[in-house]
């Protein structure tokens, strides 16, 4: 059974930076595609990002290219965002899933962990 536990969220100021972390287990990490997606409170998910399992072809929203950064760690089986140049409208709870996502394709509930909360304000 697949396994989350996300990390780094908490409040920073429009600009600042975060990176969160996703320590995964219960699957052979490197084989899958992994994706950030977002929830904002009274909104549905929306999906952030995704890598392919060898690291390759990151992709991106719209609403965070340029400012976010996906990577990831085989050994550690963990899966890492970086985020720069902080805005409100990036305020949510941030999940990590064991599913490639698109614009058109935000991967499931069920593929993702618990969460952890950014909040950008000032």
């Known amino acids: 059974q697949s396994h989350f536990v996300e990390s780094g969220g908490g409040l920073v100021q429009p600009g600042g930076s975060l990176t969160l972390s996703c320590a995964a287990s219960?699957?052979?990490?490197?084989?899958?595609?992994m994706s950030w997606v977002r929830q904002a409170p009274g909104k549905g998910p929306e999906w952030v990002s995704s890598?392919?399992?060898?690291?390759?072809?990151?992709t991106y929203a719209d609403t965070v290219k340029d400012r976010f950064t996906i990577s990831r760690d085989n050994a550690k089986n963990t899966l890492y965002l970086q985020m720069n140049s902080l805005k409100p409208e990036d305020t949510a709870r941030y999940y990590c899933?064991?599913?490639?996502?698109?614009?058109?394709?935000?991967?499931?509930?069920?593929?993702r962990g618990q969460g952890t909360q950014v909040t950008v304000s000032s």
């Open positions: 899933s064991n599913e490639g996502g698109s614009p058109y394709y935000t991967p499931p509930h069920n593929t």
């Open positions: 890598i392919k399992g060898n690291g390759g072809l990151p």
């Open positions: 219960g699957f052979t990490f490197s084989l899958y595609s």
